[in-house]
């Protein structure tokens, strides 16, 4: 079984940074790919960026060159770095887990497609 806790949320103001955290145990961390999704109010859950198994990075296009996914694989954890926040960027965060390993060939942007997920964190740009 695989646990994500994120962290790193907060308020903000436009243009500022901000980076969050998703510490995951259980199962090989290695060996997952792991993605960021958001959930505004009122919206669908949606794709922001993954971090594929063999380190292939992908973006939702309104976020492409503000925000940066990555991992350290000694700590098990993944991060997103956001900068120049927007106040559309306002949504409650989550990381979640696809533990396909190399299975995974097209990375899934469907949240459907996840079966692990961390309990969210908030974040919230101010104008």
């Known amino acids: 079984q695989v646990q994500l806790v994120e962290s790193g949320g907060g308020l903000v103001q436009a243009g500022d940074s901000l980076r969050l955290s998703c510490a995951a145990s259980g199962g090989t961390f290695t060996r997952y790919t792991m993605s960021w999704f958001r959930q505004a109010p009122g919206k669908e859950r949606e794709f922001v960026a993954a971090?594929?198994?063999?380190?292939?990075?992908y973006y939702q296009n309104s976020v492409k060159g503000r925000f940066t996914i990555s991992r350290d694989n000694a700590k098990n954890t993944v991060y997103l770095q956001m900068n120049s926040l927007k106040t559309e960027d306002t949504a409650v965060y989550y990381c979640?887990?696809?533990?396909?390993?190399?299975?995974?060939?097209?990375?899934?942007?469907?949240?459907?497609?996840?079966?692990?997920w961390g309990q969210g964190t908030q974040v919230i740009v101010s104008s």
């Open positions: 971090l594929k198994w063999d380190d292939t990075t």
């Open positions: 979640a887990a696809d533990t396909r390993g190399s299975r995974v060939i097209v990375v899934a942007r469907s949240r459907y497609e996840y079966d692990y």
